[in-house]
T-cell receptor
Framework: EAGVTQSPTHLIKTRGQQATLRCSPISGHTSVYWYQQALGLGLQFLLWYDEGEERNRGNFPPRFSGRQFPNYSSELNVNALELEDSALYLC??????????????FGEGSWLTVV | DAKTTQPTSMDCAEGRAANLPCNHSTISGNEYVYWYRQIHSQGPQYIIHGLKNNETNEMASLIITEDRKSSTLILPHATLRDTAVYYCIVRVAGDKIIFGKGTRLHILP
């Protein structure tokens, strides 16, 4: 069974541009979570989607946004990129709010470099 | 903010059991204890979780004290590949994860 998959693996953008990162959850999972890990720093919660709805948002500016599609895959968009947005962006999935035992599983991440 | 306290770093000799402690004195009755690890720049890997009872799987054992205010993750025979940052997390089923700083475990050859 495939795990959480993320694309692209690496992305280089120029300051001011927009970046789009994609995530496919584990089959059957309806919740998707996004985290940011800047170099040498901790894992910061960004966004949580469940069944197409945004459930929770971390302490990030509005230029960080996302969405979840009907097939439960998700996109994270970062607008007006700043140098400090350079980080590993991790997506995770779980079986969602309606199911018990919903352990969260992580993908391998997308490296975003802003130059 | 993370609801757990872990040592910043620990060392363990290869082949020995690694015992990683975690304090979660404010844990609620409906919160589970989860353990993840992150090997350098990879996605966090789920290890084990429990509510009240001790748990064991192919990777590790989780010992939760009777008052549930602390727990210990045990890696029975540590190898160099177990070198990672280990995160202890308390979480209500269905909720997001808030990560703390974790414990950096060094396995010594």
């Amino acid at each position: 069974e495939a795990g959480v998959t993320q694309s692209p693996t690496h992305l280089i953008k120029t300051r001011g541009q927009q970046a789009t990162l994609r995530c496919s959850p584990i089959s059957g999972h309806t919740s998707v979570y996004w985290y940011q890990q800047a170099l040498g720093l901790g894992l910061q919660f960004l966004l949580w989607y469940d069944e197409g709805e945004e459930r929770n948002r971390g302490n990030f500016p509005p230029r960080f946004s996302g969405r979840q599609f009907p097939n439960y895959s998700s996109e994270l968009n970062v607008n007006a990129l700043e140098l400090e947005d350079s980080a590993l962006y991790l997506c995770a999935s779980s079986s969602g709010l309606r199911r018990s035992g919903n352990t969260i599983y992580f993908g391998e991440g997308s490296w975003l470099t802003v130059v | 903010d993370a609801k757990t306290t872990q040592p910043t770093s620990m060392d363990c000799a290869e082949g020995r059991a690694a015992n990683l402690p975690c304090n979660h004195s404010t844990i609620s009755g409906n919160e589970y204890v989860y353990w993840y690890r992150q090997i350098h720049s990879q996605g966090p890997q789920y290890i084990i979780h429990g509510l009240k009872n001790n748990e064991t799987n192919e990777m590790a054992s989780l010992i939760i004290t009777e008052d549930r205010k602390s727990s210990t993750l045990i890696l029975p025979h540590a190898t160099l590949r177990d070198t990672a940052v280990y995160y202890c997390i308390v979480r209500v089923a269905g909720d997001k994860i808030i990560f703390g700083k974790g414990t950096r475990l060094h396995i010594l050859p």
